[in-house]
């Protein structure tokens, strides 16, 4: 059985269930994974924690263990900027195209308000998914790291 839990400043996650999470991400995320140190500041970021944004994460469990993960922030800015940032998403590798990240995916898109913007890498085969749902590719992204 799944279920759906759904956390964001009213709903509070406890610290070993924050841990549970992100090491879930940073698992399953695979090769398209950021460090976990990330993974927990976009969760922090999301539920509103330090004065920061909100946002919200939506966990599925299936059998009492997490099954997928949605991260999304606030970006606080509306037009040229959507509204919301999908940070991440993740489908435990053993439960992969059963529909999960796709009940994942609609879910995040009824909870979130405004437009939504993600990363995806071009080979990164859950770019069909989103092109499903009607996301499209507006820009290409350059980055300056330093």
């Not at 956390?7 to 070993?16: A, E, K, L, S, Y």
């Not at 770019?127 to 980055?143: D, H, I």
């Amino acid at each position: 059985m799944k279920e759906l839990k759904i956390f964001d400043g009213f709903q509070t996650m406890g610290m070993i269930e924050k841990m549970k999470i992100v090491d879930f991400l940073y698992q399953h995320l695979e090769q398209f994974r950021d460090d976990k140190d990330s993974i927990n500041n976009a969760i922090e970021y999301a539920l509103g924690e330090s004065s920061r944004m909100g946002g919200f994460v939506i966990v599925a469990y299936f059998n009492e263990e997490i099954a997928g993960v949605v991260v999304v922030n606030k970006t606080g800015m509306k037009g040229y900027i959507p509204e919301n940032i999908l940070v991440y998403i993740a489908v435990h590798s053993e439960l992969r195209g059963k529909g999960l990240g796709k009940t994942l995916m609609e879910k995040a898109l009824e909870l979130a308000e405004g437009n939504i913007a993600l990363h995806v890498e071009h080979d990164n085969p859950a770019r069909f998914l989103y092109e499903k749902l009607g996301f499209s590719n507006k820009y290409l992204e350059y980055r300056l790291t330093r």
